[in-house]
């Protein structure tokens, strides 16, 4: 492989980044990865953001491109369907297959994150600058400029790849500069993560199934994690009488989930505390278009098209980016002005796809798994 390639950087050490930066540096990139924050593994975790999520066979293509998908699938765990959780009365179990064999994972978002950065840093040419935030951008000279704990530094590159995520600063450039058009369009509703811990050591729940709480216009949901606890999210209005202000004592918090969610309350013994200290995290869905401009400044995974949680496929999409870019590369000779294009070209209408999907998914998760027809379809595929 050639080792003259000028260098690319690429902005955001996240999922898609640092896959990114493997998938380059094998074409013979030099990469430079810019990430606003500390190294993630000398750091500590942000409390209640996000910690696992569920891996689908589109994202573990991608893993195994580059070798990866063994180490990562060790620590899974297989949620073969979803576990509906009524106020009243017994769970219900809803296969995902008819022959019940077919799964997603749970992962670890901290433990998949370091294992692509340690991929990435493993190979030649690959450099990281963690502490760099993007605060400016130049499109045509591929001018960046960077936050730092020393001051602000600049630095150019050939191509410039923004893989930043939903909040994205190389969007933002590029929409100051004029170069794309964008909308955000965030949900009235957030998030909020909660803990059940293991019981004497073992799971608290099935761990074969993604947990749902649906209560029409708001739910819970539940994934497994490796060391036996589960990370429960909650997705509810943020504003209203059913909103996360609307509890604001420990006793409004307790008496709530008593009557709402009665079979969370003895599992989660730190759940006053998670409730109140917990950041509320915001949903909403992102396009933009085009999706680089000049030929040189390109964007990818959330940056380019973030989508609501609620199909679990924003970073399995962000992993098929890459994938796409690379063979968008090898069809254009890596002619960056040619291959850009066809990135988006390729990808935007699935994007969009998966993007009007997540939406309608979450009406599915909160209200309808809860119908008559889940539940015949639930007898037949355990005929
Ligand atoms: P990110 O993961 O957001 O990474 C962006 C990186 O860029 C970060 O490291 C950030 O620090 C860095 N950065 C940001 N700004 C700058 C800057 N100015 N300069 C330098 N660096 C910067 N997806 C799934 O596939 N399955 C799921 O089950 C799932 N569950 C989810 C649950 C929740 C509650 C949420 C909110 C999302 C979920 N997603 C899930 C979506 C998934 O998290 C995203 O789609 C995925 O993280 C996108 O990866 P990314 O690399 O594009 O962006």
Known sequence: ?????????????????????????????PVALYERRPDPRTGTVERGRSINLALSERGLDALRRIGLDEQVMADALPMRGRMIHPVEGESQFQSYSVSGDRAINSISRGALNNALLDAATALPGVRVAFDHRLVGLDPVGGEMTFETPQGKVTATAS???????????????????GGLTESLDFLDYGYKELTIPPIGGEFALDPGA?????????MMIALPNPDRSFT???????????????????????????????????????????YQHNPVGVLGTVRCTP?????????????????????????????EDVVELDRCLDECDDEWAAALPLFQHRRQDDAEAIARMALANFVEMRDKVTSPVFRTRKKVEHA
């Open 210 to 218: 993604l947990h749902i709480w649906p209560r029409g216009t708001s």
């Open 291 to 319: 999706w680089q401009v000049a030929g040189r400044v390109g964007l990818l995974g959330d940056a380019a098209h973030a989508i609501v949680p609620f199909y679990g496929q924003g970073a399995n999409c962000a992993f």
């Open 1 to 29: 492989m050639s080792t003259e390639r000028d260098e690319v950087a690429v902005v955001g050490a996240g999922l898609a980044g640092c896959l990114l930066a493997c998938f380059l540096a094998r074409r013979g990139y």
């Open 159 to 177: 191509v410039v790849l923004g893989a930043d995520g939903a909040g994205s600063a190389v969007r933002g450039q590029l929409l100051a500069y």
């Open 232 to 274: 429960c999210t909650l997705f509810w209005p943020t504003h209203g009488t059913r909103s996360f202000a609307s509890l604001s004592s420990p006793a409004a918090i307790e008496r709530f989930f008593a009557d709402h969610y009665p079979d969370l309350v003895p599992l989660a013994p730190n759940l006053v505390d998670d």
